[in-house]
């Protein structure tokens, strides 16, 4: 590579801070910002909440599988994906292509903590469900490329640290080019 890949996929649980931290890491960059969820409601019309309530979750699984698809297309972008699009393993596969992944790690009391009960997430609500689904999903988080401690730090922060670690690891890339 050697140079700032051409996309940056924010993986990680609810709450961990993938849309905020993105937002600021392509302004960072220079990059373009695209939110997954937000582009499956656009594209169905539909918010998560009654995609999940009309459809299910498998149909809601299906359409993160295609907007991966979609993404996997643009250039010079930081895409935020929803919490669970990194578990699946052909979504993950798509949005691993020719991109730089980032896990957004953060202490598991400091995440449920951060996740409203507002009817905006299906699945959030009870913390015992939390708990159990992040403790499935770790592994998959684990297999990004890079990964970043979020506890504790503000968005801006965790965007800084980011940029800051695809800085060192292009430099390095360079340097071993030689
Ligand atoms: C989900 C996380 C949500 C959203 C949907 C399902 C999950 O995104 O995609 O409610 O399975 O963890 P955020 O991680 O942005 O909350």
Same mark, same amino acid.
């Given at each position: 590579?050697?140079?700032?890949?051409?996309?940056?996929?924010?993986?990680?649980?609810?709450?961990?801070?993938?849309?905020?931290?993105?937002?600021?890491?392509?302004?960072?960059?220079?990059?373009?910002?695209?939110?997954?969820?937000?582009?499956?409601?656009?594209?169905?019309?539909?918010?998560?909440?009654?995609?999940?309530?009309?459809?299910?979750?498998?149909?809601?699984? &299906?359409? &993160?599988?295609?907007?991966?698809?979609?993404?996997?297309? +643009?250039?010079?972008?930081?895409?935020?994906?929803?919490?669970?699009?990194?578990?699946?393993?052909?979504?993950?596969?798509? +949005?691993?292509?020719?991109?730089?992944?980032?896990? +957004?790690?953060?202490?598991?009391? &400091?995440?449920?903590?951060?996740?409203?009960?507002?009817?905006?997430?299906?699945?959030?609500?009870?913390?015992?469900?939390?708990?159990? +689904?992040?403790?499935?999903?770790?592994?998959?988080?684990?297999?990004?490329?890079?990964?970043?401690?979020?506890?504790?730090?503000?968005?801006?922060?965790?965007?800084?640290?980011?940029?800051?670690?695809? &800085?060192?690891?292009?430099?390095?890339?360079?340097?071993?080019?030689?």
């Amino acid at each position: 590579m050697g140079e700032v890949p051409n996309r940056i996929v924010l993986v990680g649980f609810m709450g961990s801070g993938k849309s905020a931290v993105g937002t600021r890491l392509a302004v960072r960059l220079g990059y373009a910002f695209e939110d997954l969820d937000r582009r499956i409601e656009k594209r169905t019309g539909r918010s998560i909440a009654a995609l999940f309530a009309e459809r299910g979750e498998e149909a809601f699984r &299906e359409e &993160e599988l295609q907007e991966a698809d979609a993404i996997a297309r +643009l250039d010079r972008c930081v895409i935020a994906t929803g919490g669970g699009a990194f578990a699946r393993p052909d979504t993950r596969a798509r +949005l691993q292509e020719g991109a730089l992944t980032v896990w +957004l790690r953060c202490n598991t009391e &400091e995440l449920l903590s951060r996740i409203p009960d507002d009817g905006t997430r299906p699945l959030a609500g009870n913390h015992a469900i939390m708990r159990a +689904l992040l403790a499935e999903r770790e592994p998959s988080y684990r297999l990004a490329d890079l990964e970043v401690d979020t506890s504790g730090a503000t968005p801006g922060e965790v965007a800084n640290r980011i940029a800051d670690l695809i &800085e060192q690891r292009t430099a390095r890339e360079r340097i071993a080019k030689r």
